[in-house]
């Protein structure tokens, strides 16, 4: 298993944090990676909520169907998929900043390989996953911050 997380203040409420987060239809806006979403069942947002979403990774566009796991409102969501060999596990955790109009932003991912090929190379890939969550917390805030709440 291989975990990386990314984090940050950013200077929005967290109600607008977390709808960030977890809109699914608006995810196009606040990861400029993501290039558009499709919804795989009648659920569109919440617990059990199932969307592909297209994205640009490196130059090639990949997609990727996630489910929403977990979902406490303003506190925290998870979503998982399974692609390309590996479960890729992805915790939003949503908390007070160090002042009461900023919320901290952090994003936890476990990618549990479970071929031969993604478990060989899963652990040399730290970094670029880091680098990759640290692109989206940045959008996020980047997004959030020009909608103060």
């Not at 806006?29 to 993501?34: A, K, V």
């Not at 969501?77 to 900023?102: C, K, N, Q």
């Not at 890939?125 to 709440?149: D, P, Q, T």
Request: aromatic share 6%; net charge positive; glycine share 4%.
């Amino acid at each position: 298993m291989t975990k990386v997380s990314a984090s940050r203040e950013i200077e929005a409420s967290r109600n607008v944090v977390f709808r960030a987060i977890t809109d699914i239809e608006n995810l196009p806006q606040t990861n400029p990676d993501i290039e558009k979403v499709e919804f795989l069942a009648e659920i569109r947002s919440g617990l059990g909520a199932k969307f592909r979403e297209t994205r640009r990774v490196n130059g090639r566009t990949d997609q990727t169907e996630l489910e929403i796991t977990e979902f406490e409102q303003n506190c925290r969501a998870r979503m998982v998929a399974d692609s390309h060999g590996t479960v890729w596990d992805s915790v939003f955790l949503i908390e007070p900043g160090s002042v009461s109009h900023r919320t901290r932003l952090t994003i936890e991912m476990d990618a549990r390989p479970h071929q031969l090929l993604p478990k060989l190379l899963t652990p040399l890939m730290r970094g670029l996953f880091r680098r990759g969550l640290v692109r989206h917390v940045e959008a996020v805030a980047a997004y959030c911050e020009s909608r103060k709440s």
